[in-house]
């Protein structure tokens, strides 16, 4: 969703970020790389993603 001179408008496609290498960050976040945190990370960000994939062009253009 975009909000440009006061007009709403829904986005067509889903955002993307970088996971990598925010995954990276969540991996390293205590010192020491943990592949298995890194590899969770991404499990979970995928996970999240395919949901909200089934559901985008349902979702209201009020939220």
Sequence with gaps: MCRNQGVITQA?????????????????????YSS???????????GAYNNLKGQWANLSSRI
């Design 12 to 32: 067509d496609q889903i955002s993307r970020f970088d996971v990598e290498t925010h995954c990276e960050q969540v991996a390293g976040f205590e010192g020491d």
């Design 36 to 46: 298995t945190m890194y590899n969770s990370c991404i499990d979970q960000e995928q």
